[in-house]
């Protein structure tokens, strides 16, 4: 009996020994359980990084740089622009020569000074007048007989229509005929 009493007594300490060992065990084992749920997680954490940094590898890269022949190409542009640039810039400046050319060659051509020819005796005028002095001009496209009289004038030329008129009989004052030569008669030379 004192073996039995001995070994019932034994038992329940050695119940709560064994009791404290497994709760030590458990949470042994539930401290192995948290740190792997905090590895999962990193596991997870990573692979996503590495889902990102494949995509990353994978998506090409936009660039928004110019390559050598894209510059070239573009310089070859600019000089084309250039160019043109250029032959418009000739083509108005000879436009512009051309209309300056015009305007000016409005009744402004070369003139010769000639002496009008006597009048004869059928013409009623006496043998004893001078020759008239003057000028030869040939109407030129674009001349009328006002604006010839205006251009002589302002050369010095004092002179009037009734003088060209009278100095050129038959000669219609509003009809002046390309390639015709009038006389423009010079009032003060003499």
Do not use: C, W
Request: aromatic fraction near 2%; hydrophobic fraction near 40%; proline fraction near 6%.
């Amino acid at each position: 009996m004192l073996v039995l009493a001995l070994a019932a007594g034994a038992a329940p300490a050695q119940d709560a020994a064994t009791q404290q060992q497994m709760d030590k065990l458990t949470g042994q084992l539930q401290d192995i359980i948290d740190a792997q749920a905090k590895q999962g997680e990193r596991l997870e954490a990573m692979e996503h990084e590495i889902s990102d940094l494949r995509d990353k590898v994978n998506t090409p890269v936009v660039n928004d740089r110019a390559s050598a022949d894209d510059l070239k190409q573009l310089a070859e542009k600019v000089r084309e622009i250039d160019q043109k640039q250029q032959d418009d810039k000739e083509l108005i400046l000879g436009k512009i020569e051309e209309i300056g050319k015009i305007a000016a060659g409005a009744p402004t051509h070369v003139h010769k000074a000639v002496v009008a020819p006597k009048e004869t005796p059928e013409d009623s005028a006496p043998d004893t007048a001078e020759p008239q002095k003057g000028h030869e001009y040939k109407v030129q496209p674009g001349d009328n007989l006002s604006a010839i009289i205006k251009a002589f004038r302002e050369k010095g030329v004092k002179v009037t229509l009734s003088q060209v008129l009278k100095a050129n009989p038959g000669l219609n004052a509003n009809t002046v005929y390309v390639g015709k030569t009038i006389f423009i008669p010079d009032p003060d030379a003499k």
